[in-house]
């Protein structure tokens, strides 16, 4: 296994024969420490007098079609930070599997003319008049598709995030706005900062911790498995000890799952999944990761057992619908939780199945916990990243369109602006 971060693609990482994605660009982005911890001379002449932005160029239509002809690339004049913000340059930005709704005609957030600026991202502080962050500074915050912006530690967006214990561990109003810790800083890329330690990552520690202890004799359903927080979460039930059962989508994508893992994986798409299912696994499932509802959270809820454990995260069989016409999606939900149809909601408490349902957010307050026992099990290659950064900023809008078009990244998209 080589750690060079520049040239090794996942295949090279795992040592395994796993698809090699056609995206170019891949790192690894395992032991190598972070490049720099700031000393910007942002003052010397060379200092850029415009920052470069992608902006929508026109929304995305029901066909929910992203082209190149949906991005324009904009020059605008390097903002001065007003009292109680900072200039910052972008170094890293992770990719939503949501971006492209957020860009659609009617009902999206991200308007013709402005940036999808709720990016989680890295990115480091150039000159700051902000009460937490200093010049240097390499911190976690959201950002859009653009070179340079300004931001602020006060920034709510993203829902209320003034919790005093958040207010007091990252000194900002926003729980997925900080400072990364020297000590994370000198382990870790900024990819797996925001990949392991990031929102996906963090979403599997929680739900694996909710749903604990996973123990050797638990059978664990992980869906989305070749996908960000999937992904995270197969590795986490496996250290554990437990029998993890992957998916993807296609025998190819599950090959990989297996091939990177060492997990048994189905294709979600196969039409006897059921049947094979219950034959890989006939004492059936004692916890179910799902992060995609659908067709597959319904076949997995059936061969689920009593007294089961269930971490319902995210929705992604909706999300994705346009690529899976071959699925009636479902339309009856629950309204809390993420893309669950009536009938497992009501396998679940047929069941007596204990249910987990949030935003990762609201475990924001155990960010240090997670981020020590992860380091661990990263350093001790146990955890591995997964994810495809697509470096350079010009190809950000295809980046963000190989999330669509069938090139499907595996594990965290990411598109990185600088070093
Ligand atoms: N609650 C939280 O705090 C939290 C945090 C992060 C994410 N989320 C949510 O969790 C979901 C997953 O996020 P992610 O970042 O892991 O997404 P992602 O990286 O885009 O991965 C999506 C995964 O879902 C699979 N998939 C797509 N369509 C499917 C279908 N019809 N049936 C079964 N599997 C399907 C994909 O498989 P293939 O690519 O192989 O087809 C892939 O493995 C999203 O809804 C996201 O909003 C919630």
């Known amino acids: 296994m080589t750690t060079d971060s520049n040239s090794v693609s996942r295949r090279g990482l795992f040592g395994a024969a796993g698809k090699a994605t056609v995206l170019a660009g891949i790192t690894s982005g395992l032991t190598a420490p972070f490049r720099s911890l700031g000393g910007v001379a942002w003052a010397a002449d060379s200092a850029p007098k415009t920052l470069k932005k992608w902006v929508v160029a026109k929304p995305v239509g029901d066909d929910l ?5 949906h991005f324009k690339l904009v020059e605008e004049p390097m903002p001065v930070p007003k009292q ?47 009460k937490t962050y200093k010049d240097g500074d390499i911190i ?23 919790f005093a214990l958040v207010d007091e561990l990252n000194g900002t109003k926003s729980r997925t706005s900080y400072v990364f810790r020297p000590v994370m800083l000198k382990q870790f890329k900024p990819d797996v900062l925001l990949d392991i330690f990031g929102t996906s990552g963090l979403t599997a520690y929680y739900g694996i911790r ?39 989508g296609g025998p190819e994508r599950a090959k990989w799952v297996t091939d990177n893992f060492g997990i048994q ?15 890989a696994v006939p004492e059936g499932f004692d916890v179910y990761c799902d992060g995609v509802g659908g067709p597959l959270s319904e076949i997995i809820a059936k061969q689920m057992n009593r007294d089961g ?23 009856a939900k629950s309204a809390e939780m993420f893309g669950m149809s009536d009938s497992v909601a009501k396998m679940i408490k047929d069941k ?44 950000a809008p295809d980046g963000i369109i190989s999330q669509y078009d069938g090139r499907n990244p595996y594990g965290k998209l990411q598109l990185q602006f600088a070093d």
């Open 265 to 279: 994986a189905f294709d979600y798409r196969d039409p006897n999944l059921e049947a094979k299912l219950k034959a």
């Open 65 to 69: 079609k992203l082209t190149p002809a």
């Open 352 to 395: 007596h199945i204990k249910l987990e349902a949030w935003n990762q957010a609201v475990w924001a307050q155990d960010r240090i916990e997670a981020e020590n026992i992860m380091s661990e099990w990263v350093n001790t290659g146990r955890l591995k990243p997964i994810n495809t950064v697509i470096k350079g900023f010009e190809k």
């Open 140 to 162: 976690a915050c959201q950002a859009g598709w653009n070179t340079y912006q300004t931001t602020t530690s006060e920034r709510t967006r993203g829902g209320p995030g003034e």
């Open 84 to 130: 109680g913000e900072a200039l910052i340059q972008v170094i890293l930005v992770n990719i939503h599997s949501g971006t492209r709704n957020r860009m659609k005609a009617g009902r999206g957030s991200t308007k013709v003319g402005e940036t999808d600026d709720t990016n989680y991202a890295c990115a480091r502080v150039i000159q700051s008049r902000d």
């Open 210 to 248: 909710e749903c604990g202890p996973i123990m050797p004799r638990d059978r664990v359903a992980v869906a989305g498995t070749t996908g960000s927080v999937g992904s995270m979460a197969a590795q986490i039930c496996k250290l554990k000890g437990a029998h993890v059962i992957g998916f993807g």
């Open 309 to 331: 454990r269930y971490f319902s995260y995210g929705e992604s069989a909706d999300i994705y619908a346009d690529l899976q016409q071959q699925h009636t999606t479902t339309s």
